[in-house]
């Protein structure tokens, strides 16, 4: 999956780190983010870089994390507007990216960027808002609200009926491969909850024993994914909710195609249903 980054690891302790020229630097406008354009595709900007089309940007990076002795810092401001070698990409760009440390950097160094880019102002007050010095947040020094980085829970869920797999198509996902049901967990509701909801709203199908798989990272929706197992309870007839899901279906173990773990929890549950080792 995307975190799994071994035998490299990332250090995300919150800590003050001064920036060496080879590190890299994270600058995002939504979930866009700025590249350095590279033969026919794009690589993250370093400090060497920043220094290079804007001396003055390079003066107030903030540190983010690191993995291994490669730091990651952010921008506050677009230090290359003007210049040709660089372009606002979407973020899903790190999942197509062969790296997978640095792809991973990449994708969590925008996650926390586009965190500090909507935190700029108190939501209280609407006083400008500071780093604080102690920890990751941000704090009003009018009138003391803290904020601290944005993670929304997801849980995504394999369904199974027998030999069969629930797999269905998101309307928001370019993939035209089916994936497994999912969806945010509302705020008052546990996991498993949100696990019996989203199968129920998203299918018209109910399901029981349910089981905890793993989780993921998924920066590109500011999210933390809990994996699930659940067995069909009751009818196995499918009513697609259309409003998400262009469709779904039971699909056969043996009529399951090619799907790889290397960057999603899904890509793994299905991987795994298909092999019977889930």
């Known amino acids: 999956m995307m975190y799994e980054i071994a035998p490299r690891v990332m250090h995300n302790e919150f800590r003050v780190q001064l920036p060496k020229t080879s590190d890299y630097v994270i600058y995002t406008e939504r979930n866009l983010v700025l590249l350095k354009k590279n033969a026919d595709s794009f690589e993250l900007p370093t400090v060497l870089d920043v220094q290079t089309v804007n001396p003055k940007a390079s003066e107030n990076l903030h540190y983010l994390f690191s993995v291994d002795n490669e730091a990651f810092f952010s921008c506050d401001e677009n230090f290359a507007p003007n210049a040709s070698d660089f372009e606002l990409v979407k973020d899903r760009f790190f999942r197509t990216m062969p790296n997978m440390p640095i792809a991973f950097g990449g994708a969590v160094g925008s996650h ?10 108190c939501g209280h007050c609407g006083t400008p808002m500071q780093r604080k010095a102690d920890e990751r947040a941000f704090v009003c020094k009018n009138c003391g609200n803290t904020v601290y980085g944005k993670i929304c829970p997801v ?69 933390l994914i809990a994996g699930f197992s659940a067995e069909l309870d009751g009818s196995p007839e499918i009513t697609v909710q259309e409003s998400e899901l262009e469709y779904a279906k039971w699909v056969n173990r043996e009529d399951i195609g090619e799907y790889t773990g290397r960057l999603s929890i899904s890509g793994e549950m299905i991987q795994r249903f298909k092999a019977g080792t889930l």
């Open 155 to 223: 849980v995504i869920v394999s369904v199974t009926w027998e030999n069969k797999l629930l797999m269905a198509h998101n309307l928001n996902n370019p993939d035209r491969k089916p994936y497994l049901i999912s969806g945010f967990v509302d705020m008052g509701e546990s996991l498993e909850q949100a696990v019996r909801r989203e199968v129920k709203e998203e299918t018209g199908v109910a399901v029981k024993n349910i089981r905890y798989i793993g989780s993921e990272p998924w920066p590109f929706s500011n999210s």
């Open 112 to 121: 926390i960027s586009r965190w500090e880019q909507s935190n700029r102002f």
